[in-house]
């Protein structure tokens, strides 16, 4: 039997669009009162997705519920917390996802720094959230297989490697994300970018 998950991130993505941003873009839409069932029909998601996702945003405090009848689909919410455009990325339970704020936090590093070492992203980036010195690493050295940062200088002992943001890369602000087997997604692009076919 073929296990259930989530899709590839290519294939999830309706023109650049992750469920969530599609969700939490009918939300704001429609902010003194919407249903699931409503969010899941113009949104194009399935309704176990939009029911997930709105069970985070209520736990995290981003919607409240104003009628409260037995079935989901006929729960009447609202909009409690506008945070702006880009959909908030909280789990199931209401916590905030932080694999996406990390990789956020060490893309606007980059951008802002231009060059730097693995464990000078790490430390730019862990004044809001701890990025640990493999994961900035990690981050890097994808980021240079799909030729967004160039490696200026290698690393041997003592001396860190360097690492260069390269200016006609930068796409926006979405960071790149790195996928299973090693894919790099640029959301700003709405595509894979390496390996590319």
Request: with cysteine.
């Amino acid at each position: 039997m073929k296990k259930k998950g989530r899709k590839p991130i290519e294939v999830e993505r309706i023109k650049g669009k992750s469920n969530r941003q599609r969700i939490w873009e009918e939300i704001c839409k429609t902010p003194d009162a919407f249903t699931g069932y409503k969010i899941s029909r113009k949104s194009g998601v399935h309704d176990t997705t939009v029911r997930s996702y709105i069970q985070g945003l209520l736990k995290a405090g981003y919607v409240k519920i104003v009628d409260w009848p037995d079935a989901f689909s006929d729960q009447t919410l609202c909009l409690a917390k506008y945070t702006g455009i880009e959909a908030p990325t909280v789990t199931k339970s209401g916590s905030e996802h932080v694999v996406g704020l990390r990789n956020e936090a060490m893309w606007r590093s980059l951008r802002i720094m231009g060059r730097a070492t693995a464990r000078g992203l790490a430390e730019s980036c862990s004044i809001n959230f701890q990025v640990s010195l493999w994961t900035a690493r990690t981050y890097l050295r994808h980021l240079a297989k799909a030729g967004y940062v160039e490696l200026i200088s290698t690393g041997n002992g003592d001396r860190s490697a360097y690492y260069q943001l390269l200016p006609l890369k930068y796409t926006g602000p979405r960071p790149p994300a790195i996928k299973r087997g090693g894919v790099v997604y640029d959301a700003n692009l709405g595509k894979v970018v390496y390996p590319v076919d």
